[in-house]
């Protein structure tokens, strides 16, 4: 019985984005490897935002520093932090906002990501994109 598994095994954790996710865990340390953990964090926190997480604007604005200051503790290049940093503060803002942010990112970051990241980061922008703007 292919698929089965025993009841005492543990389920599988799941990742949100798991290209981005794969793609880092494959990847070798430092450049490209650091850009995608980037990437995957600030796809996260756009994702959190939007998904109604129900996060506070306060909460949303504190996970945006702290994601802020562990990006500048890693080695990204002055264009990819700066890309990656407008993502982080615009998931303090509306889903259009966000969705802006990302696109931004992408176009920066898109060369280092292999096509499956760059579509879930692509869809994850259509899905904020696609929601009404509430003012």
Known sequence: MLGATAPYSVAPTPFRFPALAALAGSSAIGGRREIVL???LAV?????????????????????????????MIALPPSVLAALAAVLDSTTRDSAAIADGLRGALSVVGSWLDEGSRLEVRMLTDALAAQPVVK
Do not use: C
């Open 44 to 72: 996260r926190l756009a994702d959190d935002a939007f998904s109604g997480a129900g996060l506070s604007s306060d909460a949303r604005a504190e996970r945006a520093r702290a994601a802020r200051h562990w990006l500048g």
């Open 38 to 40: 980037g990437t995957y």
